[in-house]
């Protein structure tokens, strides 16, 4: 080691190779609930806001009894008010015995509230909108009306003995005086949840965070979270605010709601296994997510986005072919995310112009021919110039490499490995195959 | 207002309504770039490494005028050194004498280099792994290495009179010391630009605020950023890192590239018009977004996602009653993003069980028909019974109302309205209707 490196003193650590997660939760969060969070699957809610939505009572019991068994905390159902049979399917829900408690989702009106408390749910979500823009085009009712219901409805639910969520709608446009004393007000009559929504879905994570920190001052009880994903920060934002003090985070299947929906459960899966993988692991059933998918996306006509996290086509498919040589030698490196964990399989996409003759030899390897370094690198070249002319599909590319190995293969030929002494010839499945040394 | 109202005092402010932007740049961002952005598109790099990218020269020209077209500021390419065809594409995409600079992406080597500063470029990306993972299983140079190479190729470039960005990747797994002293000697030697890229996906918002707010402290140069989108959170991350001062954002049309892609350029723009509203329309035709999307979703052959945003078909479509009520009034009580900024309509999504009267009523003055309030409320009834029971279609709400609306214009009936004297007869398309008062 030179001394006019300027590198050498801080590049090459003398200390032992971290094992610490660098994705995991940040140190300074001290009320963090990355490692100690709950999901409420609202797919049965918020999901049936989808345009695309129309489940009926099989359907519900399908999805829910899917969810129960994924793992997840909370199912929360369509108002019993919305319609006749939304209040019966929220009675059939609540007497399947689920292991997730059964929720409904209300406005904050006693209407509401007494039909919800005699449908058998754990829990009731009642929600208000706060913000100036719901207050005068939505309901019209002011802030003293807005506590004075709140108060009401809460103290109603909690004497019927089951969990009680009070939340605020677009809380991002919402005077933040009136949160904070609105909070503060249900958390004293002792509220199981408050609830943060982002309706509109447009706050950013750092902004989450703030409001976050900011309520977890404010009241003692566990807070919850909503986030819409308009502008596609809904994952981020969930992340955040758990990362800030909040406990639970609202999803649904692939995300499914009103608009283009909310965090979606898959999503937030990948996102959270990175940052808490034993916990993750421990309470969710991982390899259950493809399925969900596929029933929820059946059941409103929808196909997995291509670029979906975790379920996506090409979740796992690795290309160009420096990417695929690292792969090859340790997934680690470019994929954190290991597909086993969902059940699902890498993939090193090799039959392109862009591919490596890393990619090429693992392809030899599973053909089970044998080629030198050099050869497979001179059958990538072929490869690659045909990958210039046109798309190139598997078969294209296992055509090349025989018709490569077979010429190498037949005695006429000149060699072209370079006197190893340790050659040998194979013969398997009707080929003369060539085994060649492998230089390291 | 009486004095036992404890809400009085701070609800109902009394300061003229505020017209900041409750999702604009926070002002403590004193080094923000959220209203000062560059979108680097990468499309024809990163995108070309999507799973089922095959661009022909001509589609290749077709997509890097669309981006010139829209305003992206950079257009990067492929490596030239990744095929005989990749360089004469990168010739002849910098023989357009588009408005976009011309940008390509190559290793941290000089052989790259000679042949990517004879292609006309105006820029050339070099990137190198710097993490343990990438040091050790992808190229297995150690810094010193990394730092010598970088030094030679950067002066090379630069003494062509072209621009230079040096990137890491897998930045959040690099050792923090080694990364800041190298982007630090880069810096000292001029490059434009330094990058910071996640390429495994896994970086979260206020991990990239930290790492883009220190860098920034050690380098006078831009930063760009490049973030995969592996947990959801590639769009959140951009925001997040403009919030830290970086500049310079790597996009690609509906983030196609390796595995499940990165930050998509509608989604950022999605996110980036309700932060920074004026400079985004004024930069970028957004308009044309939703042509680029299908151009480039036809040539890898994948749809549109259904819940892309903006796109995505159901990004304008309110459905719940509660919202389309609200919608109706306001549009910004569910809405920050404007459809219209995107060449896109607003959809109210009444043909369900979810539906409400003022939805309903939107509907009949479409059909330009005249019932009063509490017509509307008992025709409503009816849909939602119906939509308990099957998925109701456009076809079906309208019957329902027409055959509601023919009833009550049938003579023989009692007539439903409660005696209001201005009530009067009109007959047009053949159908006898009755022009009710409508209620405020
Ligand atoms: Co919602
Ligand atoms: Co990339």
Same mark, same amino acid.
């Given at each position: ?33 990355? &490692? ?46 919305? $319609? ?14 689920? +292991?997730? &408690? ?40 002011? @802030? ?46 002792? *509220?199981?949840?408050? =609830? ?58 692939? =995300? ?12 937030? @899966?990948?996102? @959270? ?8 692991? $421990? ?18 006509? *929808? ?8 379920? =996506? ?18 997934? $680690? ?9 969902? =059940? @699902? +399989? ?11 003759? %890393? ?8 053909? %089970? ?14 490869? &690659? ?32 490995? &370079? ?20 230089? +390291?």
């Amino acid at each position: 080691m030179s001394e006019n490196n300027e590198f050498q003193s801080v590049t090459e650590s003398t200390t032992a190779p971290t094992t610490s997660n660098p994705y995991g939760p940040n140190p300074a969060d001290y009320l963090s609930n990355v &490692k100690n969070f709950q999901l409420i699957d609202s797919t049965l809610r918020e999901g049936e806001q989808f345009a695309n939505a129309f489940f009926d009572t099989e359907k519900k019991i399908e999805i829910a009894r899917a969810l129960d068994d994924f793992g997840v905390d909370y199912i929360e159902l369509t108002s019993p008010v919305a $319609s006749e049979q939304s209040r019966k399917d929220c009675e059939a829900i609540c007497k399947l015995g689920l +292991k997730a &408690k059964i929720l409904t989702h209300i406005r904050c009106h006693m209407d509401d509230a007494r039909v919800a408390v005699e449908t058998g749910v754990d829990g009731v979500d009642v929600v208000i909108g706060t913000s100036k823009f719901l207050r005068q085009y939505s309901h019209g009712k002011d @802030m003293n009306y807005i506590a004075k219901s709140a108060v009401e409805v809460i103290e109603f639910v909690k004497s019927k003995g089951i969990e009680i969520r009070f939340s605020s709608e677009d809380s991002f446009r919402s005077d933040l005086v009136d949160l904070l004393n609105i909070y503060k007000t249900v958390d004293k009559i002792g *509220v199981n949840r408050v =609830g943060i929504a982002d309706t509109v879905g447009c706050a950013n994570p750092r902004q989450v965070y703030e409001l976050i920190r900011t309520l977890k001052s404010v009241v003692s009880c566990d807070i919850e979270c909503h986030f819409h994903n308009d502008t596609g920060c809904a994952i981020a934002n969930a992340y955040t605010a758990l990362e800030g003090g909040a406990r639970l985070i609202d999803v649904s299947v692939l =995300g499914i709601g009103e608009r283009n929906g909310i965090t979606p459960l898959g999503g937030l @899966m990948a996102r @959270m296994i990175v940052a808490a993988p034993d916990y993750v692991r $421990s309470k969710y059933k991982l390899h259950k997510i493809r399925d969900i998918e596929n029933l929820v996306a059946d059941a409103v006509e *929808v196909n997995i986005p291509f670029n979906n996290p975790i379920t =996506g086509f090409c979740a796992f498919t690795h290309k160009a072919g420096i990417h695929a040589k690292a792969i090859l030698a340790n997934p $680690s490196t470019y994929e954190i995310l290991d597909p086993h964990d969902f =059940g @699902m +399989k890498r993939y090193i996409h090799f039959a392109n112009r862009l591919t490596g003759w %890393n990619a090429i030899k693992s392809r030899v390897d599973q053909l %089970n021919l044998n080629l030198t370094d050099d050869q497979i690198k001179e059958v990538t070249a072929k490869i &690659k110039k045909l990958g210039d002319v046109r798309p190139l599909n598997i078969d294209d590319v296992d055509s090349i490499i025989k018709d490569f190995h077979a010429e190498l293969s037949t005695p006429l030929l000149k060699p072209v490995n &370079k006197g190893t002494d340790d050659d040998n010839i194979d013969i398997s499945n009707g080929h003369v195959s060539k085994k060649a040394k492998v230089t +390291k």
